[in-house]
């Protein structure tokens, strides 16, 4: 076989949409695999990292109280937010392929076990699914962007 003769068969490959083909004969072997074979798609469950956001240190007493501003008022607010973090490195999706609907939105609802995004990571899908149960209420990364291990995803208000 040929170099013209592999280059076709990665062709042929690509467009029947099959993830993998194996040919072999007495003295050569060749596998071509794709990574997503038409709509396709291999997923793994992996586990959400939870964090709380920081609570604020009570002030010394010594130090006069400042009147309550809007700006005080949002990290008071935000105080009892958690952050769901990305468990890995790998690029965030909002949806499972490009023809369906996102899995969550600013203002629904999530439990214990709904998936709210996928991670690709090594052409692999890593569903992340919600260790809690509570309102997003902030979605903080865009659509198809790399995310770093650790990296703040999402904003849930549990209550």
């Not at 596998?31 to 992996?46: F, R, W």
């Not at 909002?94 to 709904?114: A, H, L, M, Q, T």
Request: hydrophobic content about 40%; some cysteine.
């Amino acid at each position: 076989m040929d170099i013209k003769d592999i280059q076709n068969l990665i062709k042929f490959v690509s467009k029947a949409e099959v993830s993998e083909v194996k040919y072999k004969t007495k003295d050569f072997e060749i596998t071509i695999k794709t990574p997503l074979a038409g709509s396709e798609m291999s997923y793994v469950s992996q586990p959400a990292v939870y964090h709380s956001a920081p609570q604020p240190v009570a002030s010394a007493p010594a130090q006069a109280a400042a009147p309550a501003t809007p700006a005080a008022d949002a990290v008071a607010e935000d105080s009892k937010l958690v952050t769901i973090k990305s468990p890995m490195i790998g690029t965030f999706y909002r949806k499972p392929s490009p023809d369906k609907d996102v899995f969550v939105n600013v203002g629904d609802e999530v439990s214990n076990g709904k998936v709210v995004c996928v991670i690709e990571a090594m052409k692999l899908f890593n569903q992340i699914e919600s260790e809690i149960s509570g309102k997003i209420v902030k979605i903080l990364v865009d659509d198809a962007t790399p995310v770093e291990y650790d990296q703040p995803l999402f904003l849930v208000d549990p209550s």
